[in-house]
């Protein structure tokens, strides 16, 4: 286990791994992945899918980044309503 309470995988993480730290399924996880939403790299003859710890690290990152705006967003669209 790490610092920061991630378990010590080294650089590249599987979809098992990389669904297990967002706490969400495999099965979402490979769909982000196909939408490209989280970038990944297929390795080895068998094409099996890795995210790079950093590339994890940027896709949340950018969600939180997203929800902050939005709750911008939508208070400025009441805030500036006339009466």
Do not use: C
């Not at 920061?4 to 490979?30: C, H, K, W």
């Not at 950093?54 to 705006?69: D, G, P, Q």
Request: glycine share 10%.
């Amino acid at each position: 286990m790490t610092a920061d309470g991630t378990p010590g995988l080294g650089r590249f993480l599987t979809i098992a791994d990389t669904a297990e730290i967002l706490n969400i399924s495999v099965g979402q996880t490979y769909a982000l992945v196909r939408s490209g939403e989280l970038l990944a790299i297929k390795l080895g003859d068998h094409g099996q899918w890795r995210i790079e710890r950093h590339v994890l690290e940027a896709f949340i990152a950018a969600r939180y980044e997203e929800t902050r705006r939005k709750g911008l967003w939508n208070q400025a669209e009441f805030t500036d309503l006339p009466e």
